[in-house]
């Protein structure tokens, strides 16, 4: 019997093997790894704006009156989070070792991040700690992600949503729900490496349109498509520093 590894694909994943984008394993997902050099791509989008493909991250919707109980419970470090609010911190249980970024939504919704590459041992981890009526879905594979980064990432949002990204009202970790390019989407400013960084939430179904929308938008700003080993040669200059 043929021993099969399952490959999981990005909604973009088609349109961006067109962009010329060089692929790369990560867990079962397939993205892309870079378009150019990971160097080029970061000296460009430090200076202007770039947008990727995040499909892969794992992402978990929490639900219930009771999800703030569940934060302290898989993390006593974990504050009281505010309604449009982001907290990041690391998960260590058991087996499980993980970053994980959880966005509060409303009072009784978060949604949970994480590159971790096993999601089961993630989703099973926090299984063990609900208690009442509270549910966790994993929502991976039916959302598509785009992250729009650089000094221009807030002007390029502007001409695709109404909601209020300034720095004033919408700071580095903050998220809300509004619509971009008329689709229902969930956004996060959570900036990598010092620079300003947007991460889009929502259906798959729409994942072409919203990176075609985008890139319409940023047609006279220099924008580019980088891939994930920019991201994470950012995110390590970031850390280093």
């Known amino acids: 019997m043929a021993n099969w590894t399952p490959t999981a694909l990005s909604a973009l994943h088609h349109k961006l093997l067109a962009l010329n ?20 791509e970061i000296a460009h989008i430090s200076k202007k704006v770039g947008i990727s493909d995040f499909s892969h991250a794992t992402k978990l919707n929490i639900q219930g009156n009771d999800v703030e109980r569940l934060l302290r419970d898989i993390n006593s470090n974990v504050p009281s989070l505010e309604v449009g609010r982001i907290w990041q911190g690391n998960l260590t249980i058991s087996e499980l070792e993980c970053h994980i970024v959880t966005a509060r939504l409303s009072h009784d919704e978060l949604l949970m991040l994480s590159t971790t590459e096993d999601t089961k041992i993630l989703l099973d981890t926090m299984s063990e700690f609900l208690e009442n009526c509270v549910h966790i879905v994993d929502v991976t594979s039916a959302l598509c992600s785009i992250r729009v980064t650089g000094p221009r990432a807030r002007k ?9 990204l300034r720095d004033s009202t919408f700071p ?17 400013r959570y900036n990598i490496g010092g620079l300003t960084s947007f991460e889009l939430y929502f259906s798959r179904d ?33 850390a280093g520093q």
């Open 172 to 188: 580095d970790m903050s998220c809300a729900q509004g619509k971009l390019s008329g689709i229902e989407c969930t956004v996060l």
């Open 21 to 40: 984008a060089r692929m790369v394993d990560i867990g079962e997902w397939q993205i892309p790894g870079w378009y150019t050099t990971p160097k080029e």
């Open 206 to 238: 729409y994942g072409e349109y919203l990176w075609d929308s985008l890139t319409e938008a940023g047609s006279d700003m220099e924008l580019i498509p980088y891939g994930v080993k920019a991201t994470m040669e950012i995110v390590s200059l970031g």
């Open 156 to 164: 390029l949002m502007s001409r695709v949503t109404e909601l209020d």
